[in-house]
């Protein structure tokens, strides 16, 4: 059975950086990085393919970066110029899905097999 460990996260001043880590016990052909903000409902915001390829939300493209290391079962998300709008709990996700669905807004909460425990990430002014 897959498990998923996060670490990372914390507070940090808007522009600056955070990295999310998340080991797991076994790989999925796909591993993404969804978050949710209070009141909001959970969303995509970037996910990797066996083969390296990516995806990030609109919101995201240029400042995350998203990379797996399957030698480390590791997938990692490295944010930067980081906004008051990223607050949010940010959960690893993972799941088996063909490449298509994996790197596109077709990834949606509804098609993920396991769920990291959630670790939040709180920008401020």
């Known amino acids: 059975q897959v498990r998923l460990v996060e670490s990372g996260g914390g507070s940090v001043q808007a522009g600056g950086s955070l990295r999310l880590s998340c080991t797991y016990s076994?790989?999925?052909?796909?591993m993404g990085w969804f978050r949710q903000a209070p009141g909001k409902e959970r969303e995509g915001v970037a996910s990797?393919?066996?083969?390296?390829?990516?995806y990030y939300t609109d919101s995201v493209k240029g400042r995350f970066t998203i990379s797996r290391d399957n030698a480390k079962n590791t997938v990692t998300l490295q944010m930067n110029g980081l906004k008051l709008e990223d607050t949010a709990m940010y959960y690893c996700?993972?799941?088996?899905?063909?490449?298509?669905?994996?790197?596109?807004?077709?990834?949606?909460?509804?098609?993920?097999?396991?769920w990291g425990q959630g670790t939040q990430v709180t920008v401020s002014s």
């Open positions: 076994s790989s999925t052909s796909c």
């Open positions: 996700a993972a799941t088996y899905t063909p490449r298509a669905t994996c790197l596109s807004r077709a990834l949606v909460p509804a098609r993920i097999y396991l």
């Open positions: 990797v393919f066996t083969d390296a390829g990516t």
